[in-house]
């Protein structure tokens, strides 16, 4: 265990000290060389489809040997509309306002101080996740457009399908001529990786979990970096008194339907009173013809 412990200590700190350099780089990477980047990943993830659902199909199969709930499939589970949807998902941040160097607030005081605020990358960013494959290419688009490199550390469920597409990642980036090194996928699924991830306190800036309450317990109970944390799921559709009711169906049903078995999925939907009387009735009726549950009391 001891030797296990100082092999993936070294690893993560490696990757972390090249995920420092390439930060580096990419903070000073103009905006059109990052949206180009992203928008030559989202070619390449569609050019590796192949190769992705190849490597999907590796991690369906461990994962009914090893008697996985059917949801927990679902949400493993990557096909060519899932893959073309994350390419999609990858140009439309790519589409975003530019964030690095956009000024927030300026003031100016009357000694002529001029006082700005302006959006700078943090740095590295580190995201241990559970296993949605899709969270692979969210994040790193997420992070690519802010100016950030990231550590990206999937859950061994989705591992071989998490290192295609971080390939596919990596040839977008090398496409652009940016650093491969802005996103590099954790190589390995031993659990000695995380801790040693977490103690890589010079080399990164944040880190972000993402999945059940006891994944974000143990991050921050470990972790030597500050972390960015949720706890509970709990996720809400707001429909405000002015909102349009036949949109607000629709958003709902997607909330919830679409993908019932992911973090994600809608679990409450608060209504404003002043529209209850016009919407309740009928979302009730659309949910309980598609199977959904609803419980709520009288009021309306």
Same mark, same amino acid.
């Given at each position: 265990m001891g030797a296990l412990a100082s092999n993936a200590a070294q690893e993560m700190a490696a990757i972390a000290r090249r995920a420092r350099v390439a930060s580096r780089s990419l903070a000073r990477a103009a905006e059109a060389d990052r949206v180009a980047a992203l928008a030559a990943i989202a070619g390449q993830l569609r050019a590796s489809e192949a190769d992705i659902l190849a490597a999907n199909a590796e991690d369906?199969?461990?994962? /009914?040997? =090893?008697?996985? =709930?059917? =949801?927990?499939?679902?949400?493993?589970?990557?096909?060519?509309? /899932?893959?073309? $949807?994350?390419?999609?998902?990858?140009?439309?941040? =790519?589409?975003?306002? $530019?964030? #690095?160097?956009?000024?927030?607030?300026?003031?100016?005081?009357?000694?002529?101080?001029? %006082?700005?605020?302006?959006? %700078?990358?943090?740095?590295?960013?580190?995201? %241990? +996740?559970?296993?949605?494959?899709? #969270?692979?290419t969210d994040a790193a688009a997420l992070c690519l457009k802010s100016g950030n490199a990231v550590i990206l550390r999937g859950g061994k469920e989705a591992f071989c399908s998490s290192r295609a597409l971080g390939r596919a990642v990596a040839a977008g980036l090398a496409a652009a001529g940016l650093s491969a090194d802005a996103v590099q996928v954790v190589p390995v699924t031993d659990r000695a990786a995380i801790p040693a991830l977490l103690a890589c306190d010079e080399d990164i800036d944040v880190v %972000?979990?993402?999945?059940?309450?006891?994944?974000?317990? +143990? #991050?921050?109970?470990h972790s030597r970096i500050p972390v960015l944390k949720h706890y509970k799921g709990v996720c809400h559709v707001f429909v405000d008194a002015a909102a349009d009711l036949d949109m607000a169906m629709a958003i709902i049903e997607n909330a919830k339907v679409s993908r019932p078995g992911v973090c994600n999925a809608a679990e409450t939907v608060l209504i404003h009173r002043a529209c209850a009387q016009a919407l309740v009735p /009928?979302?009730?009726?659309?949910?309980?013809?598609?199977?959904?549950?609803v419980r709520g009391d009288d009021t309306v």
């Open positions: 369906l199969q461990a994962a /009914r040997g =090893a008697g996985l =709930a059917p =949801a927990m499939i679902d949400r493993l589970t990557l096909t060519g509309p /899932r893959i073309a $949807a994350m390419a999609e998902a990858v140009e439309e941040i =790519a589409t975003m306002p $530019a964030l #690095v160097g956009r000024i927030e607030h300026a003031a100016h005081r009357e000694n002529g101080l001029e %006082i700005a605020r302006m959006r %700078i990358p943090l740095g590295v960013v580190a995201m %241990i +996740f559970e296993s949605r494959p899709n #969270v692979t %972000i979990p993402r999945g059940g309450e006891g994944l974000i317990r +143990f #991050v921050t109970e /009928r979302l009730v009726t659309r949910l309980g013809a598609l199977g959904v549950e």
